[in-house]
């Protein structure tokens, strides 16, 4: 090893730099995409994995809690993909589209990229389009993003994705799930940008199916949202896997715009989940909602930093955890406004539920205004259930668990329901009610 | 029905004693109140009947129709047919009414062994009910009790007590918090309720529910025990002349 490191590596360290000895020749990109995972990858030599001495991961040291860096999944076969797709719908029977991103590759025989041409949405691989002379900007970070860790990850090691693009006036009549399949073969990394042209309208539903061994999942989701079009993200995370789960959310919204979305955490042991939101255009909303579940010792971390960088736009963030045992939320949200976005309307709120002694929410609400005629808010709540609530739904006959349960499911329900995606919220109840009866 | 053979009991938390040998009888079909002034351990009595786990029996018992009450879960006794309208209602945001009553009634179905009740004649149920107490579709779509006024709470519970059909009503002092018209409207949704397989317990400090809800039996409460029962007459007599006498001879 180099001596003039300036860390000491640990074995997940390690094991990503050899992972990126392995894999690099087969990765996908051009010339200049080459250059971007290399320095990538530097920057996790010098740095390491994100710790908490750095601030935004000060409540989710990713360093001290992945003990090893598993190879990169292979391709997956069809018929493992349609099997676990069988056993694991995560919407039941939702009508929708459907893209199917298997061990971090787009797989186009499992997707319905036929049907969604005929609603103005064209679909490409994310492999591919790497490969073209001016593919950089298809890896573009986020300036509020710094040197974010968890987005260098997946620079250097990204495998693939989609892109998808609706095109101009189109309102894409079903909801798209762009469904990660994993095979169990090893780690999933993937990067998908999704264009909404002007006027148009697009709903996703993020899911993840099968698992992953010993390996991560870092998935990014690169959204713009140009002038009067409207998009609704709904990722949802469940399952009860060890290796981290990393997500990163990019929004960048034009004028007149409306960008909403929904974070669900139901279970796995270390989950990130990170939006940078930035407003290009004026007179335009932001609505970000998240709901986490955790327990045993599971971390469950929501973070975000949205941006007003011009005048006139709206953004609501509004975050419900539910923790027990010895598990820690976290909710890191930034508000920032810049010194010319005036008439900007910002209101942030996180509530917690404790439900044991030894559970740990760190709520982190943060304002940054340089503009003088705005209205911002932020407030955050952590508390345990209300016994008096408890006890007025026995006293009607409601078994304990059972009223607990009622509880558990009112208090997350109340960001579900103001997130408003009308077709998902059975869906995602269901997933509460699932999380409750797992317990023991 | 309801028998309470001296029952002491007290605050779990600080030990202070409440009641000191209450000894109460209520059969079928009769309806008794509960007078006495402030203190006096009306409200703890409703809720150590409920099942409240705040306090704590140090002697005595309580039968309902033959069963040991104090061993059963507050769910339980509500299933064998208990029911307390609360002085105040409980808020539960995101929980709609509508369902918080299927949720409700459907649970104590099940712990009794019957079938649940399908959405259509539960629905049909709760309209026909809910018109009575001038409870609105509006309402019934709200959380429970969030943003509903005080009268709106007390509709809301008789609404719930003419749902569950109780055997046994307990009624904390139901007239608190309402005017002369949602009094009324309270009153007649409980008198509906009167049959002679039901009975009563009516808790009040004032005698002007009791114009309304008219009882067999008066008892005055005092310093944790009953000192005078008597007919709806010594209701008049407490309103005219006070607790003083009573609580002055406990």
Redesign the interface.
Known sequence: MNASLPIKHTQAETDLIDRFDAAKAHLPGSQVIVGLRDSAVSQIRDKGLPHRRVEEYKYTDLRAYMKSGAPLAGPATLDEVRAILDAQDSYGDLDRYRIVIANGRFMADVSDAPALAGEGVTVTDFSEALSAETAADLLAQPTTAGLDGVLALNTAFVQGGVLLVVKEGAAVSKPVEVVHVGTGSGALVTRSKITVSKGASLRVLETFAGDTGNGEINAVFDYHVADGAKVAATRLIAGDADPARLFTTIATIGAEAEFKSLGFIAGPSFVRNQQFVNFTGEHSEAKIYGVSMARGEGVADQTLIVDHAVPHCNSREFFKTVLDDRARGVYQGRINVAPHAQKTDGEMMTQALLLSEEAEMANKPELEIFADDVICAHGATSGQMDE??L??????????D??RT??V??????AI?EYGEDDVTEGLEARVRDWLAAKN | MLEIKNLHARIAEDETEILRGIDLTVKAGEVHAIMGPNGSGKSTLSYILAGKDDYEVTEGEILFNGENMLDMEPDERAAAGMFLAFQYPIEIPGVATMEFLKTALNAQRKARGEEALSIPDFMKMVKSKAADLNVTMDMLKRPLNVGFSGGEKKRSEILQMALLEPKLCVLDETDSGLDIDALRIVSEGVNKLRSPERAMVVITHYQRLLDHIVPDVVHVLSKGKIVKTGDKDLALELEKNGYADFVNAA
Request: negative net charge; hydrophobic residues 50%; proline residues 4%.
């Open positions: 008096d609530l006890f007025y739904l026995r006293a009607r006959g409601i078994p304990e059972e009223a009622l509880l499911l009112a208090f997350l329900s109340e329901e």
